[in-house]
């Protein structure tokens, strides 16, 4: 029986990772959306809860989402009463966020979601088999492109 892995081009590989991305984004938004909110709302708020006080800049690019997003993502968020905005004390013009109360506790409500989730989807994965997809995730997420050894 032939080795379905032997002779896959990147383009494959990439088809397929572009598939399963899709897959654990819909899985996360359903779980999620049981508790009446959609991943990018989830990631900022609990971005805030882990990293307060934080400026939109640094938020945006902890969840890698545009800044123009996030900053209408984070408009409703304040408006829902889940995050503040507050003036940095070192600099009037910065404006730093954090959660409320009732944001805190959301965001470890959805975060007990997220991690539900995600034990779901990666159940069929050994735990070797999981720690060489973070590896090879590790390494295609970083900034910069490993060097080739040419």
Same mark, same amino acid.
């Given at each position: 029986?032939?080795?379905? &892995?032997?002779? %896959?081009?990147?383009?494959? +590989?990439?088809?397929?990772? /572009?598939?399963?991305?899709?897959?654990? +984004?819909?899985?996360? &938004?359903?779980?999620?959306? *049981?508790?009446?909110?959609?991943?990018?709302?989830?990631?900022?708020? +609990?971005?805030?809860?882990? /990293?307060?006080?934080?400026?939109?800049?640094?938020?945006?690019?902890?969840?890698?989402?545009?800044?123009?997003?996030? /900053? #209408?993502?984070? =408009?409703? %968020? +304040?408006? =829902?009463?889940?995050?503040?905005?507050?003036?940095?004390?070192?600099?009037?013009? /910065?404006? !730093?966020?954090?959660? #409320? *109360?009732?944001?805190?506790? !959301?965001?470890?409500?959805?975060?007990?979601?997220?991690?539900?989730?995600?034990?779901?989807?990666?159940?069929?994965? #050994? @735990?070797?088999?999981?720690?060489?997809?973070?590896?090879?995730?590790?390494?295609?997420?970083?900034?910069?492109? @490993?060097?080739?050894? =040419?």
């Amino acid at each position: 029986m032939p080795d379905a &892995n032997r002779g %896959l081009t990147a383009a494959q +590989v990439a088809d397929e990772f /572009s598939r399963t991305a899709k897959v654990l +984004v819909r899985h996360f &938004n359903e779980r999620l959306g *049981e508790h009446g909110v959609s991943t990018p709302r989830s990631r900022l708020v +609990v971005e805030v809860a882990r /990293s307060q006080p934080v400026r939109l800049t640094e938020l945006a690019l902890a969840v890698g989402i545009a800044q123009g997003t996030a /900053s #209408t993502l984070v =408009d409703a %968020l +304040v408006r =829902d009463g889940l995050l503040e905005r507050q003036a940095s004390a070192g600099d009037r013009r /910065s404006v !730093l966020l954090r959660v #409320t *109360e009732q944001g805190a506790a !959301l965001a470890q409500d959805w975060t007990t979601g997220y991690e539900l989730a995600a034990e779901e989807l990666f159940r069929p994965l #050994t @735990p070797g088999q999981l720690s060489t997809l973070a590896d090879i995730l590790r390494i295609l997420g970083a900034d910069e492109a @490993p060097a080739t050894g =040419d």
